[in-house]
């Protein structure tokens, strides 16, 4: 069990990056939208830093719950049987 857990929070760990440049990537679309929005329609909008950063820990969020499920499934597979499939 412990291997398992090692080679899941290996996996987690390994898709750690990716997740940072894609939740990076949601937090600019996030503040430039409502920067368009109010230039197009002069509607005021507000981006506060707190908006900012639960943005960015929902994003992590999100990645790590739905990296861990597929991690650890891949930790249990026969890696000579993984490959093949």
């Known amino acids: ?15 750690s990056p990716y997740n940072l440049v894609i939740a990076a990537a949601g937090v600019v679309l996030g503040v430039i939208t409502p920067i368009v929005v109010s230039e197009l329609s002069q509607m005021r909008t507000i981006i506060t830093p707190l908006s900012v950063l639960l943005a960015f820990g929902i994003s992590g969020a999100v ?3 739905f990296g861990l499920y ?8 026969d890696p000579i049987l993984a490959g093949s499939e």
């Open 1 to 15: 069990m412990d291997a398992l857990f090692n080679l899941a929070a290996g996996f987690q760990i390994a898709m």
């Open 63 to 65: 990645g790590i719950i």
């Open 70 to 77: 597929p991690a650890s499934r891949a930790a249990q597979l």
